[in-house]
């Protein structure tokens, strides 16, 4: 195989006077250059390579926890329905009476003036909570006054709910 070199007479001619030149220095000088040439490479390694490598990572990082935050946030929304939950009908007493049963809880209702109370004599904070929520988002009653109070048993409340049309 035949090697063709192509000589370029600029490069040439800069590096004939680069040795020229090199070869006039001093041991010491030469030691000299040779130091700051290393300092200048590391320099340039650094801030030209390094730095920007770190920055960029640093930037993708974020922007995946910035991704990762709203990704966590729209799956806790959860998703948007076209339809409605059905509206529960009928009187304060038959909508709380039939609505806490999904939730695993036992109601006493005792009609107000405009509205009801409902007594819950044992059950969980979040049923309790998940029942309120569905009243008010499932029927026109609204919670007008809400006493809950810990049990004796971690976890369980007993309610009184007042509801107002």
């Keep these: 195989m035949r090697l063709i070199l192509a000589r370029m007479p600029a490069l040439d001619a800069a590096l004939i006077r680069f040795d020229a030149w ?3 220095l001093s041991r010491r000088e030469r030691f000299m250059v040779g130091g700051l040439a290393l300092f200048l490479a590391a320099l340039v390694l650094v801030y030209g390579v390094v730095k920007p490598l770190q920055s960029a990572r640093a930037s993708a990082l974020q922007d995946i926890r910035t991704y990762e935050t709203l990704t966590a946030r729209i799956r806790a929304a959860g998703t948007l329905s076209a339809n409605q ?11 709380i009476t039939g609505s806490a049963p999904s939730f695993g809880l036992t109601t006493t209702v005792a009609p107000l003036p405009g509205g009801a109370r409902a007594t819950v004599a044992d059950g969980s904070y979040d049923s309790v909570l998940a029942w309120l929520a569905d009243l ?3 029927s026109s009653l609204r919670i007008q006054r809400v006493d809950i109070q810990r049990t004796a048993t971690p976890g369980r409340v007993s309610a009184v709910v007042d509801f107002g049309a």
């Design 22 to 24: 090199w070869s006039g």
């Design 85 to 95: 939950p059905q509206r529960r009908q009928g009187s304060p007493a038959d909508v």
């Design 136 to 138: 008010s988002a499932t």
